[in-house]
């Protein structure tokens, strides 16, 4: 279960990335952070369990936070992308 909730959030990350690579007000990669993403994904995914289960709360957090955001505004194809 914990290895598929990593998986899915990589490929989370891997297509908010491809899909925000155009916009200004997200950007494509994480200031501060010259690897990859899939070195970023290695990275997470070498923290102790407790780190990577805190950092997917957190991240799930951020995410639906963006997508009331988005629906607020109307955005529903959006915020329906960000939670699918």
Do not use: W
């Amino acid at each position: 279960m914990f290895v598929e909730i990593l998986i899915l959030a990589v490929l989370l990350l891997f297509k908010l990335s491809m899909n925000m690579e155009n916009s200004t007000k997200h950007p494509s990669e994480v200031a501060g952070y010259d690897g990859s993403l899939d070195q970023l994904a290695q990275a997470i995914g070498n923290m102790t369990y407790d780190q990577v289960a805190l950092f997917l709360n957190l991240l799930s957090q951020d995410i639906k936070r963006q997508a009331d955001a988005d629906s607020d505004r109307g955005r529903e194809k959006l915020s329906k992308a960000l939670c699918d």
